[in-house]
């Protein structure tokens, strides 16, 4: 069984074959060709499906993928300067663990959306590229010294508003994992 890696971590692993566990980004189809884009709050990698390369069952199943459906991919790394982050994962194999329906898509899109939308959905829009971002700059932290434990463990802090708000009510029941 090849080993379970963070997209960080897949310089570590050029020419090896790997599982990668995260989510869909995007996905791209040119052909006999997929490009689909893989995170997992560590990165963002691409991956190619080749037609020809894995079993037809398997280059369907990436075919149908929908944004931000969670996944196991197995692939080999490659480097490649023209990839995002400098590295393509080879797929040898797609495991769905949960599909976004198509008929109630992830509702935050690479396409531009109004303030007021997501406003509405910042516990989703947390996870576009940017505000990831924003949350990992380590000048914003108000508890350093708490973070740096943290962030040795790969997690990444966040101070929402409204799960801030609502702890200072009185409820309690915030779990980090």
Same mark, same amino acid.
């Given at each position: ?35 689909? !884009? ?5 990165? /963002? @990698? #691409?991956? =190619?499906?080749?037609? &020809? ?35 393509? !994962? ?5 495991? /769905? @663990? #949960?599909? =976004?329906?198509?008929? &109630? ?42 973070? /740096? ?29």
């Amino acid at each position: 069984m090849p080993p379970i890696v963070e997209i960080r971590q897949v310089s570590s692993h050029v020419g090896q074959e790997v599982v990668l566990q995260g989510w869909l980004y995007n996905l791209r189809e040119s052909g006999k060709l997929l490009f689909p !884009l893989f995170r997992d709050g560590t990165g /963002i @990698i #691409q991956g =190619v499906v080749v037609k &020809s390369a894995v079993s037809p069952e398997v280059f369907e199943r990436a075919r149908h993928l929908t944004q931000e459906s969670s996944l196991r991919v197995t692939g080999k790394v490659r480097a490649d300067q023209r990839a995002p982050g400098g590295y393509e !994962l080879d797929i040898s194999n797609v495991e /769905i @663990i #949960q599909l =976004v329906p198509p008929e &109630s898509p992830y509702p935050i899109t690479p396409r531009s959306m109004g303030s007021e939308f997501l406003m509405d959905h910042r516990h989703l829009w947390l996870r576009s590229t940017r505000q990831h971002a924003i949350l990992g700059v380590p000048a914003m932290r108000s508890s350093r010294p708490c973070a /740096i434990s943290f962030d040795d463990r790969g997690f990444t802090l966040g101070d929402t508003p409204i799960l801030t708000a609502h702890l200072l009510r009185g409820h309690h029941h915030l779990c980090l994992r």
